[in-house]
Structures are given as structure tokens and as C-alpha cells.
């Protein structure tokens, strides 16, 4: 059967909105774990400011201590010409930016215009050039909190521009849990009828709890490529109390019991997962962790 | 759109393995609540020895104090004779009986082979010939926790069998969440060629966090019925810390978003989810009733 790559998120994505400080030594140790169980790329870190999102002020120390396996691609989050210096000394393998397709988002998130977002990335977008590959993340892509529904039009024509500036990827992200799988399918095809010479990622949130049917439609209409997060960790501030992220081990799960090639070890994969919750010290919303592969057999019981 | 519909079983499968009793005054509240939310049918209760499910020992006060809306088919689970003349006297509108298609299971669960519980549901089955409808549930029809994969024609052979007897209706459970999209696209293609004269209905659960994948690739197969719990209540003995039932009001949101007609009122619906905690005294797995409607708009911020 085909194969689907997955790239994992949590060590940036994940732990970016946990309240507590996790220790170095446990990113490290993680990533190292995650770098062993088959994924194609993993999000180690963002080259943020420390003030700006201090749980990953120790980009430069998790991304010099790591082990790095010959088949991951280490990618990490740049948000300017000054994170994208730090990344490349660092030697990231793939420099990851982001922008949102809603202005409105963009603004409240970012904290400047699309316009503005565009030129400054273009700018790192030249000095990674010859260096690294460059990936961009466009949030709010199947709508935004504020906004509504963001038209597919408005996200092909950003697609378009970064495409013209030279990126190998492009990562369309449902950054709230918005998608419903018709319009996913919708997108997807747009997507690789108009950029089949780039490496196309969905990015999903299980926010309502469609992630997982996101990721079916998706891979019905011609996706290989996901983000995920360990444990389904990464919340959402607009929803307090739902979950964040598609967690990676159900989706993978899923994917495998439909007989297709993840390439991913699913029972080290389930025993990181099975960290998770010490690690950040709460319960995780991922569900085969804690129920175990749908293989696995219990003794027959009577009750 | 087309009409899918609902089958509301927080009442019965829900709260069945709640540890604390619910009050029967909140009981009929909670159906009543949901009886004006647009469902085509609920599974009230259980009629089943007080001593087996105290949880549900107030069945005949239920079925009568319950304030029935027209639109609503109100069913009742039934065990064995003693039950169905319990449910015939308490005016159900549909017995429902189940069986596992897993011998091991069903003797591990109702004590007894599959071909005993065959012989008592036929009784059941003739007694409630010619005053209501019966529907068979046919437990661990997509895999048994001890047995692993049932056969697709074992399923087939067993649903047969109650078909021949009349029954009207055939729900085809993944108990334990091991289903996956591609099995449930087999499974609805061969019930829908083989039992087009009867009510076809899919019970999923999301202990792997497959539920809403499934329900999407049995919408896709032409299937339009469901079970669903409210709030995704309703565990598995096997899976201890994972979640139960798929969420009704989760489904209920992405068929609504995709389009489909569910006849249910979603923000009457999702009230009714935000009481669940409440209730039953602790946290439940739904999403949308904490995230909100994917169309509900926030108000600009900037962060």
C-alpha cells in the first residue's frame, strides 16, 4: 500500500503551549526517542525570541545535544531573518515558516499585516537559499476564529506567491479545528492539481473532534504527507478545555490497520506516547495509548 | 443534503457504566431534553434484573414519567421473555436485543453461547410480534477483544439468522473501537447488498479514536443511521481511561457541516451536552460542546 509520511510536532508544537517549563534534558531525550520510531521529518524547536515563547529558549541546545538519525529531516519554526540565522547554525535540515491566510489572525497573531509577513519571509527565504530547503505553514487555511471560513481561492493565491519565492513545501493548516472532511477533500484536490511538484502536508487539529476524519478524506483524495503531535498534545486558546493537535500514534494507528506504509514503529511510537503524560505532568487527549493497538488481545474473562 | 439519521443512547449505554447512580428525576429530564432535539429514535432504558444494572433499576418509572414527543420512536434494551413483557407493559416503541457475534465474548458478557442467546431472542422476538418492532445488536461485530477480527461472513451468517426471524432492524456494533474506515466501508457495501429491507444502523466507538472516521466511511458506503452518545459517554471494560460511544453531538456537527440533513437542533443539542459533566459528576470525552460550533465567531484579539 501506499506511503503516508507523517512529521512529528510536539517537542515545538506541543509543548509550545504548556504552561510549565519542560527540561531540556527531557526534549532532547524525546526527540531522540521520536527520531527512532520512523517518522520522515520532525518539528524540534522554534528559533523564537525567549521572551516571545520562553519553554523553547533552549532551541540552540536541544538542536546541538540531539542524535540525529540519517532518515529524519530536522526541521524547526523560524519567524525572521534572525531565527532563520540562529536555525542554520544550528543546522536544521529545513527551515519552517508561518504565516496565516487570515488577515485578521495574522494580525492578532503575529502581529502585523499579511503583506508585512510576506515580505519579511521572502527575506529568509533568500538566505536559506543553497542552504536548507524552506517549508511554509499557512494558518487558518479551512478558516479562521475570527473571520469564518477562509475562501479556497485566498489560500491557493498565498500558495501561489510563496511557491513563486522558491519553497519545497507547503503546509495547510486547519490551526482550530475548523475542517470538515468535504471540505478537506475540496482543498486537497486544489492543492495537488496546482502543486503536485511540491511536498504538500495537511495539518489538522482535533479540536472538534474531525481530525482523524480529516485525515481519512485527505488521504482519499491523494495526501501522503501529515503533521501530528504525540499524544494529540497543542491546544488551541480560542478553545479552552478541547483538544489540540491530531494525535500522531492514533493516526498512525489508523492508518496502519487500514494496511498503509507509515513506516513508523507504532509500539515505540505508543511507549513515547505512554511518557507523554509524566513529561508535562497532566493527562493527554490520545486515545490508543490508553487503549492499546486494536490487535492486542485481552484473555477471555467472565464477568 | 441526505437524511442521516440519529439514535441518541446516553441514557442507556451512557450512563450503564457510570459508577454512581443518576436520579431518576434527572434521567427524565435528560430524555426529555433530548426528545425535543430532533432524534428519530432513543434508547430510554434497559429492562433488564436490577441486580445485573442498578444503574437502570427505575426503567418502568422512566418509560412513564417521560413526556414523549411524537417524532420520537422511544426503545428499550431487552435481555430475555421477563424483560419484553416489562417493555411491552412500559409502552416502548422498539425492543432492542443484542448478541455478540463472538462466542467468546458473549459468553464472557451475557453468560451464555451464541446459539442459547438465539433461542431466548426468538422468544422475545415472538412475543413482541405484531405490537412492536424489534431491532438485534450485534456486538464485537467488527472485532472481539479475546477472539480478534470476527469474519465479515460470520457477522453476515448471524444477522441472517435474525432477519429470518423479522426482526426490523440490524445494528452492527464496533464495541471495543477497533473498527477501522476501510473495514466499515466492507461492512456497510455487504449490509446494504444483502438487508435492504431493514433498518440499518452502525454503532461505533471511539476508543481508538477511529469513531468519526468510521461514521464517515459508512456515510460515504450509503449508510444513514447511528448510535450516539451524548458526550461520548459510555466506556469499555477493556480500555480502561479511553473514551466510549462516539459523541453524538461531534458527529452531529461534521455530518451538519458537511451538509447532510440531520434533523437535529444542534444548539439545543449541545446545551444538553454541556450539562453531561454535571450529571454523571465527572469530565466527558465530546468536543464541540467545549470548542463551540466551528461557524461561532470570537471576537478579535490581539495577543
Known sequence: MKRIHFNEVVTRDGFQSEPTF??????????????????????????????????LRDAEEVMRRIRRSSDVEYSVLVP???????????????????????ETHNLANLRMSREKSLADLRDVIALAAGHVPVNISLSTSFG??????????EVLRWADRYASLGVRGLTICDTTGMAHPIQVARMAEALIARFSDLQLTLHFH????????????????????????????????????????????????????????????????MAAARKMPRIVGHEVPGQVAKAGHSTELHPPQHQ
Not at 532532547?28 to 518539528?43: H, M, P, T, V
Not at 525572521?80 to 487570515?102: C, F, Y
Not at 479562521?144 to 481561492?153: S, T
Not at 495526501?223 to 489540540?244: E, H, K, N
Open 80 to 102: 525572521n531573518v534572525r531565527g532563520a540565522e540562529r536555525a542554520l547554525k544550528s543546522r536544521a535540515d529545513e527551515l519552517n515558516l508561518v504565516m496565516s491566510v487570515s
Open 206 to 269: 482535533n479540536t472538534r473532534g474531525m481530525g482523524l476524519a480529516n485525515v481519512l478524506a485527505a488521504v482519499q483524495a491523494g495526501i501522503d504527507r501529515f503533521d501530528g503531535s504525540l499524544g494529540g498534545l497543542g491546544g488551541c486558546p480560542y478553545a479552552p478545555g478541547a483538544t489540540g493537535n491530531i494525535c500522531s500514534e492514533d493516526a498512525i494507528h489508523m492508518l496502519q490497520a487500514m494496511g498503509y506504509d507509515t513506516g513508523i514503529n507504532l509500539s515505540q511510537l
Open 22 to 55: 519542560i527540561p531540556t534534558d527531557e526534549k532532547i531525550a524525546l526527540i531522540d526517542e521520536l527520531g527512532q520510531c520512523g517518522f520522515s521529518k520532525i518539528e524540534a524547536t522554534s528559533f523564537t525570541s525567549a521572551r516571545a515563547i520562553p519553554m
Open 144 to 153: 479562521c476564529p475570527m473571520e469564518g471560513e477562509i475562501p479556497l481561492d
